[in-house]
């Protein structure tokens, strides 16, 4: 359910801007790419204020690059079972990038992409620098420790996939020369990333109090290094990760998949990892943007966003005969809608929108803002924990894994499949092969449109081949990775280079 925030949880998430605020003009006014975001020095932080700069953390998971469009365009538009949608002059602009490869090396979304991921390092090492001072640590200190180490990893994997080389700044930047950093190797990175997930998933709690609904676990630690393990297909490494949440106990799939995307369901037993919003008439700093930068782009009534992110035929067409999920996941034009009885207009742009930031209209009405700011993002859910699990077990092979997988596949399409008996039949096979197709299509439709499927495609090594039978023949191997910004590149001096297929 959504957090009901007292006074005393405003004025601590007040605090968490100021802190980020701080941190990041310490950091210095340009290497980081944007306007400082306030005049504040380490020095204002109030002693003994570790906590503090945690909550800084959390302010910098609501950025937009973070978890707004930039995010979206480079996770999911990407897709080949997505398109950029919003309206004719954003398809002019974004759609060449985005939809059709043509990578440039200075666009607003990528620079933000970039900018706002190294802020997240910035205010994780600026904790780690602070927590290095203290004499006498507690084991709340360590606790912040870890949530810093989990916000670079997360950081450092999404501009890892996203990039390639990037340079590694694992050290608070004091003066802007100290930003200036060339590449390191892909391997390093992901050393950096293994280095702060172990330590995250030896610290984190299990779970929070009440209060602190929405911090970081154990869980999301150890959810997040099975995703990095997958990457780099470290098939025991991610089964074993996977299963330590599997195992926890703190997490199912009690919730009916019609309901996980509603505003009562947030941080629910599904939830592994959520960036918190909050967002009323009296409350509009702790915001985020995913759902307004995704939301149906109508008039009136009906203007629930930019209509960025829409799902296309080739996500349609994967779900099978049947399959509540298509209509959970699928917004569509002139047509009744499901849960609210909201008859969505014809004649709109799109004939389809994302359904899985479509929100409450009682809500947009207290709230008095259509554009869903107080809509959480789920980063990720337990039943991708469950998938990430029957991939690796399936991968390992043999008979006892070939249970498992096949076992942590049933339990997620019994969810989908709810009472209706007729639909979505249990997978049986025993084939190695056979099990990995209906794995790889189970994560397509049970996580549609939730900024899994690109990188999926290029962990599996068949992204050319997907994107040309998506009618995308623009799609080369080196699209993978997207240019470094050119104004990162120029304000290095030359030290920080371009990816060698961008020239």
Not at 27 to 43: A, F, H, K, M, Q
Not at 311 to 322: K, M, R, S
Request: proline share 4%; charged share 20%.
């Amino acid at each position: 359910m959504k957090t009901i925030y007292t006074r005393k949880h405003i004025l601590i998430a007040s605090a968490c801007l100021l802190a980020a605020a701080a941190l990041l003009t310490a950091c210095g006014e340009s290497w980081l790419g944007g306007d400082p975001l306030g005049r504040l020095t380490e020095d204002d932080i109030p002693a003994g204020s570790l906590e503090g700069q945690a909550f800084g953390i959390y302010a910098g998971l609501r950025s937009e690059g973070t978890s707004g469009l930039p995010y979206v365009a480079i996770h999911n538009i990407r897709s080949d079972d997505a398109d950029i949608g919003g309206g004719p002059g954003d398809e002019a602009a974004a759609a060449p990038i985005f939809d059709h490869f043509g990578y440039t090396k200075d666009y607003w979304l990528i620079n933000n992409y970039w900018t706002n991921h190294y802020s997240l390092i910035a205010l994780a090492n600026n904790l780690l620098a602070a927590a290095d001072s203290i004499a006498t640590p507690t084991d709340l200190t360590a606790i912040n420790v870890a949530e810093a180490k989990f916000a670079r990893a997360f950081a450092y994997f999404n501009l890892v996939r996203t990039f390639g080389e990037v340079p590694k700044i694992d050290f608070p930047i004091v003066t802007q020369d100290q930003a200036i950093v060339p590449k390191s190797t892909i391997p390093e990175i992901y050393a950096l990333i293994d280095e702060d997930l172990q330590e995250a998933t030896a610290v984190l709690p299990l779970t929070w109090e009440d209060r602190f609904t929405g911090r970081l676990t154990q869980g999301a630690a150890y959810a997040l290094q099975a995703k990095t393990y997958l990457a780099r297909s470290n098939w025991s490494g991610a089964l074993g990760a996977a299963q330590a949440v599997i195992g926890s106990g703190q997490y199912d799939l009690s919730v009916p998949y019609d309901m996980i995307f509603r505003e009562e369901s947030e941080n629910s037993r599904e939830s592994v990892f959520e960036i918190q919003a909050v967002y009323t008439q009296n409350n509009r700093e702790m915001g985020i943007t995913y759902a307004s930068r995704q939301g149906l782009r109508g008039a009136g009534d009906f203007n629930l966003g930019w209509g960025w992110n829409i799902p296309n035929a080739v996500l349609l067409d994967a779900f099978e005969e049947g399959d509540p999920r298509r209509d959970v996941t699928v917004l569509y034009s002139d047509s009744v809608n499901a849960p609210y009885g909201e008859r969505i207009p014809g004649g709109l742009d799109r004939a389809y929108w994302n359904k899985k930031v479509y929100t409450n209209p009682s809500i947009r009405a207290s709230a008095g803002s259509r554009q869903g700011e107080w809509f959480n993002f789920r980063v990720i859910r337990y039943a991708d924990v469950l998938l990430m699990a029957a991939e690796a077990a399936n991968e390992i092979g043999g008979e006892s894994n070939i249970d498992l997988a096949l076992d942590y596949l049933e339990q997620v399409r019994a969810r989908a499949r709810g009472a209706n008996s007729g639909v979505l039949p249990e997978v049986t096979t025993r084939d190695q092969e056979e099990l990995r197709q209906a794995i790889r299509h189970e994560r397509q439709v049970e996580l549609g449109m939730e900024n899994e499927r690109f990188f999926d495609l290029v962990r599996w090594g068949i992204d050319v081949e997907t994107m040309h039978a998506a009618g995308e023949t623009s799609y080369q191997q080196r699209h993978r990775f997207i240019p470094i910004p050119q104004i990162e590149i120029d304000r290095s001096g030359g030290v920080l280079e371009q990816n060698p297929d961008y020239p």
